[in-house]
């Protein structure tokens, strides 16, 4: 699918860009490339291929799920200006 002239002033006053006449004919062609790439890779057979999660097939190190630090709460809501049963009390924002 190639993209005229017309295409990309339509796109290009949908997403308020201000292309410049000179620009419209690069662009045209810069369009017309990423959309040419697009194709050539749905042109790839993919059957009996799985999707993978990573690109190297990498799996991610997770660190041991334990207590790193103090428990400091009561310390941070003592100097807040409202708190009741462990909860910041803040002011109603929709009216």
């Not at 062609?29 to 690109?55: C, K, R, S, Y």
């Not at 400091?72 to 100097?79: G, H, L, S």
């Amino acid at each position: 699918m190639a993209l005229e002239r017309s295409d990309v002033e339509k796109i290009a006053h949908l997403a308020r860009l201000g292309l410049n006449e000179a620009d419209i004919p690069r662009t045209t062609e810069t369009l017309n490339n990423i959309l040419g790439l697009v194709d050539a890779m749905q042109a790839v057979d993919t059957d009996g291929i799985e999707p993978m999660a990573h690109p190297l097939d990498a799996t991610q190190r997770l660190r041991a799920d334990r207590v790193s630090e103090d428990n400091r709460r009561d310390a941070y809501q003592a100097i807040a200006p409202a708190v009741e049963n462990g909860l910041y009390l803040v002011p109603k924002v929709i009216e």
